[in-house]
Structures are given as structure tokens and as C-alpha cells.
Nanobody, 126 residues
Framework: QVQLVESGGGLVQAGGSLRLSCAAS????????MGWFRQAPGKEREFVAA????????YYADSVKGRFTISRDNAKNTVYLQMNSLKPEDTAVYYC???????????????????WGQGTQVTVSS
């Protein structure tokens, strides 16, 4: 299994930007598709974005499409989530996840991913 550690969360005003990072170790990073999920207080964890091992194919939740960008650097064993035009409703704990194999448009469930990070808090003030 791969071990994941997120960083880059924090407090930002509405309209601002943050970039989350997720560093992977313990296995061959390039064999894994990667995803980002988030969980707001009192709500279930939800899919945000996913990227195939090659980085060429990405998927997004409708709520973040056009504002967030997922990317990866396999040489650095790191996946990123660039978040622009942040809104108060983006406030949540953001989790990085790994899935051995590929992702397709329907790969959006927690159960589809094998390994998880500990999460990083993102707070967007109005």
C-alpha cells in the first residue's frame, strides 16, 4: 500500500486560492490513480477530483469544475489540487486517496480507493 500525507490547507478569504499537496511513499506511485475527497462538518465525505496514473485524464465534481485543477508529478510522488475562486461552501477537511489501477468517470466512491491520507483543513471565510 501507499502512504499519503496532505499539506497546504489553511484559512483563506472567499475568492482566494490554495494549493494542496499530497506526498506518497511506500509503493510505486505511478501505478496508482489518485483522488481528492472532502468532508464538511455534519456531511458525508464527497468526491472532488481524480486523475489517472499518466496525468492525462482527470475528473471533477460538478461543484468544483472550472475552479479546481488536479495534477500530479510522478517524479516527485506528489499529487496536487489547485483551488481557485474559493467559496465558503468549499470549507472542509480535504483528503487525498490512492487507487491501484485506473479511474473512470464513475470512480467517485470512497470504496473505490484503497489508501487515504489524514486530511488537511481548508477554511474559506466570507
Amino acid at each position: 500500500q501507499v502512504q499519503l500525507v496532505e499539506s497546504g490547507g489553511g484559512l483563506v478569504q472567499a475568492g482566494g486560492s490554495l494549493r494542496l499537496s499530497c506526498a506518497a511513499s511506500g509503493s510505486t506511485f505511478s501505478r496508482y490513480a489518485m483522488g481528492w475527497f472532502r468532508q464538511a462538518p455534519g456531511k458525508e465525505r464527497e468526491f472532488v477530483a481524480a486523475i489517472r496514473w499518466s496525468g492525462g485524464i482527470t475528473y471533477y465534481a460538478d461543484s468544483v469544475k472550472g475552479r479546481f485543477t488536479i495534477s500530479r508529478d510522478n517524479a516527485k510522488n506528489t499529487v496536487y489540487l489547485q483551488m481557485n475562486s474559493l467559496k465558503p461552501e468549499d470549507t472542509a477537511v480535504y483528503y487525498c486517496a490512492a487507487r491501484r489501477g485506473t479511474v473512470v468517470a464513475g470512480t467517485r466512491s470512497e470504496a473505490d480507493f484503497d489508501s487515504w491520507g489524514q486530511g488537511t483543513q481548508v477554511t474559506v471565510s466570507s
